[in-house]
C-alpha cells in the first residue's frame, strides 16, 4: 500500500488551517487523517492539529486488528477528542469557538472503515470510477437533500461554508462510520473542502486514475489545479493506493 499527502495554503489564506496524517497501530492497522479547522483567531489551526495528533497517537497504542473494535475505538477517541477541543477552547479567548471537520480511514487486510464530520471528503476510486463515500454535513447539503437547490447551485452558494456537524463548538459530535470491502487497485481520496470546491468529480477522477503519475505528482498536480482554479481555501489531500491482493 503506498501512501501521499499534501497540504497547501491557497492564494487567499493567510494560514494554513488544515492537517493532515497517517499513522500505524501495534498490529499494522493503518490511519490516516484530514481534518480542516474552523473558528477563533487562531482556533482553526489548533483544532485541527489536536485532532490529528491527538487521535494518532492514540491509534498507535492500540493492537487491534478487528474492524468492530476498530469502529468502538473510533466512536469513543473522537467524543474524548471533542471535549478536549471545547476544554482548550474555554480555557484561551482567543480560541474561543474552535472547531474542526475530520475525515479518516482505517486500513485492514480485506476491508476498511471511513468516517466523517464536517465536509471534508473521503472517495473511492474503483475501476476507473471515483465515487464519493461521505456525506457533507452542511447547510447546503440540507437544502440539496430536501430539494430547495441543486447540486450545481449548491456549489456557490453564499451560506456554503456553513457546517453543521463538527469536532469542538458544541456537546455533539457524531461521526458517520462505514466500513466497505477492499478490491485490489483501489484509490482512496480524503480531502478537505479547499480542494472539492475548486475542482469537479470528474477533474478529481482524472488525475487520480491517471497511471502514469505516481501518488506524490497526483497529490501536486491536483494542488497545482486547485489554485489555477482560485485556490479560496487551504488546500489538502491525502491519497491512498491499496494494491493488495484481496483474500476470496
Known amino acids: ?43 482553526g489551526e489548533v483544532a485541527s492539529e489536536m485532532a490529528v495528533s491527538h487521535l ?39 480560541l474561543n469557538g474552535m472547531g474542526t471537520t475530520l475525515v479518516c480511514v482505517l486500513v ?10 464536517g465536509d471534508s471528503r473521503g472517495y473511492l476510486l474503483r475501476e476507473g470510477k471515483l465515487s464519493q463515500l461521505t456525506e457533507d454535513h452542511s447547510l447546503v447539503n440540507e437544502l440539496v437533500k430536501r430539494g430547495e437547490i441543486s447540486a450545481e447551485e449548491a456549489r456557490n452558494h453564499p451560506q456554503k461554508n456553513i457546517i453543521t456537524r463538527t469536532l469542538g463548538i458544541s456537546n455533539a459530535a457524531k461521526l458517520d462510520i462505514n466500513s466497505f470491502a477492499i478490491q485490489k487497485d483501489d484509490y482512496i481520496l480524503l480531502c478537505s473542502d479547499g480542494l472539492t470546491n475548486m475542482l469537479t468529480n470528474d477533474q478529481l477522477q482524472d488525475v487520480v486514475k491517471d497511471k502514469n503519475l505516481s501518488l506524490t505528482s497526483k497529490c501536486q498536480k491536483l494542488i497545482k489545479s486547485a489554485n489555477a482554479a482560485g485556490g479560496s481555501d487551504n488546500i489538502t489531500l491525502l491519497l491512498m493506493h491499496l494494491d493488495r491482493e484481496v483474500s476470496d
Do not use: C, P
Not at 503506498?2 to 494560514?15: H, L, M, N, P, T
Not at 491509534?59 to 477541543?85: C, G, R, V
Not at 485492514?108 to 464530520?117: M, P, Q
Open 1 to 43: 500500500m503506498d501512501i501521499a499527502y499534501q497540504s497547501d495554503v491557497g492564494r487567499a489564506r493567510e494560514k494554513n488551517e488544515d492537517s493532515v496524517g497517517y499513522f500505524k497501530n501495534k498490529a499494522g492497522v493503518i490511519f490516516a487523517i484530514v481534518a480542516d479547522g474552523l473558528g477563533g483567531h487562531q482556533g
Open 108 to 117: 485492514f487486510k480485506d476491508s476498511f472503515v471511513l468516517a466523517n464530520i
Open 56 to 94: 494518532g497517537y492514540q491509534f498507535e497504542q492500540t493492537n487491534f486488528e478487528d474492524l468492530q473494535k476498530a469502529i468502538f475505538w473510533l466512536e469513543n477517541s473522537a467524543k474524548y477528542e471533542n471535549e478536549m477541543i471545547l476544554k482548550r477552547a474555554d480555557q484561551y479567548y482567543d
